[in-house]
């Protein structure tokens, strides 16, 4: 069971933290980079502010607004524009930050749409790999009613790339086992 925002759960922007209750847990991120290090690609602070400006254009495509952008992020931006007018999501939600009271842990994903009939989540990468379908994973355990989940590499040169729209329940169960060990490591204090 998932629950949205409310006065017991929050998030901390600038310290990138989420609470439930007061108590803080962890996001699906974190849960992966301390259980397996170096699964996520880790980055200087130039490549996370482009990052998280592609990001944000694409929560503003999502939500069909206009908007400037500053030119080194054109390829992806022009690549993100590509996908929504290529695969015509039907958008849920963006970047809504949610959490799970069940298994305490928290995440934000980047788009919840219906494509081809399904019900998903999809990730905006610079590159994919093979771990996006963890995180696709943590992401539908938050949200309970999606079905399947994509990663979309949006490209500098304005192209994008997306990985097969994968049924996801495989993904929840590989996420949890890691959740686990993550809750196992918290309590002995490794």
Same mark, same amino acid.
């Given at each position: 069971?998932?629950?949205?925002?409310?006065?017991?759960?929050?998030?901390?922007?600038? +310290?990138?933290?989420?609470?439930?209750?007061?108590?803080?847990?962890?996001?699906?991120?974190?849960?992966?980079?301390?259980?397996?290090?170096?699964?996520?690609?880790?980055?200087?602070?130039?490549?996370?502010?482009?990052?998280?400006?592609?990001?944000? $254009?694409?929560? +503003?495509?999502?939500?069909?607004?206009? *908007?400037?952008?500053?030119?080194?992020?054109?390829?992806?931006?022009?690549?993100?524009?590509?996908? *929504?007018?290529?695969?015509?999501?039907?958008?849920?939600?963006?970047?809504?930050?949610?959490?799970?009271?069940?298994?305490?842990?928290?995440?934000?994903?980047?788009?919840? $749409?219906?494509?081809?009939?399904?019900?998903?989540?999809?990730?905006?990468?610079?590159?994919?790999?093979?771990?996006? *379908?963890?995180?696709?994973?943590?992401?539908?355990?938050? !949200?309970?009613?999606?079905?399947?989940?994509?990663?979309?590499?949006?490209?500098?040169?304005?192209?994008? !790339?997306?990985?097969?729209?994968?049924?996801?329940?495989?993904?929840?169960?590989?996420?949890?086992? $890691?959740?686990?060990?993550?809750?196992?490591?918290?309590?002995?204090?490794?």
């Amino acid at each position: 069971m998932h629950q949205e925002w409310n006065a017991v759960n929050s998030f901390d922007p600038i +310290l990138h933290r989420y609470s439930i209750a007061g108590r803080p847990v962890p996001s699906v991120t974190q849960v992966i980079n301390e259980v397996l290090p170096g699964a996520i690609w880790h980055a200087d602070e130039y490549y996370l502010n482009k990052g998280q400006a592609v990001h944000a $254009c694409m929560a +503003l495509l999502a939500k069909g607004k206009c *908007f400037d952008y500053d030119t080194a992020i054109d390829g992806q931006v022009t690549a993100g524009r590509k996908f *929504f007018a290529e695969m015509k999501p039907e958008v849920y939600d963006v970047e809504g930050q949610i959490y799970s009271e069940r298994y305490m842990f928290a995440g934000c994903p980047d788009l919840i $749409c219906k494509i081809a009939r399904h019900k998903c989540v999809v990730d905006f990468k610079s590159s994919i790999t093979d771990m996006v *379908f963890l995180q696709l994973g943590g992401y539908a355990i938050l !949200k309970p009613e999606v079905t399947h989940g994509m990663g979309v590499e949006l490209r500098e040169d304005g192209k994008y !790339k997306c990985t097969e729209l994968v049924k996801i329940d495989r993904f929840k169960n590989e996420f949890l086992a $890691c959740l686990t060990v993550w809750n196992i490591r918290k309590r002995l204090n490794i």
